[in-house]
Nanobody, 112 residues
Framework: QVQLVESGGGLVQPGGSLRLSCAAS????????MGWYRQAPGKERELVAT???????NYADSVKGRFTISRDNAAKTVYLQMNSLRPEDTAIYYC??????WGQGTQVTVSS
């Protein structure tokens, strides 16, 4: 069985920070590219960040310099540190493992 469980979402004020976690019950986690995607109301799902097995990262232009993706292979967990949050960051954030597996998502709301 493969399970991806996101946590850490919630309500935060503009300029604030949140850290999302994705606990991955997956065989071969350490060699799997992981990613975070998000879907805002009325919009299509978009890539936020990815991280490869050796730690190489890729970010959407809209979050560069504000978000950081990282992984802990021993814990089979991927993180998304989100700083300087803006209202337009409001979305459901989804964890993705490789090309095949998705979590159920966690809501992030940035509002005063």
């Amino acid at each position: 069985q493969v399970q991806l469980v996101e946590s850490g979402g919630g309500l935060v004020q503009p300029g604030g920070s949140l850290r999302l976690s994705c606990a991955a019950s997956i065989r071969g986690f350490s060699i799997t590219t992981m990613g975070w995607y998000r879907q805002a109301p009325g919009k299509e799902r978009e890539l936020v960040a990815t991280i490869t097995s050796d730690g190489s990262t890729n970010y959407a232009d809209s979050v560069k310099g504000r978000f950081t993706i990282s992984r802990d292979n021993a814990a089979k967990t991927v993180y998304l540190q989100m700083n300087s949050l803006r209202p337009e960051d409001t979305a459901i954030y989804y964890c993705k493992a490789g090309n095949w597996f998705w979590g159920q998502g966690t809501q992030v709301t940035v509002s005063s």
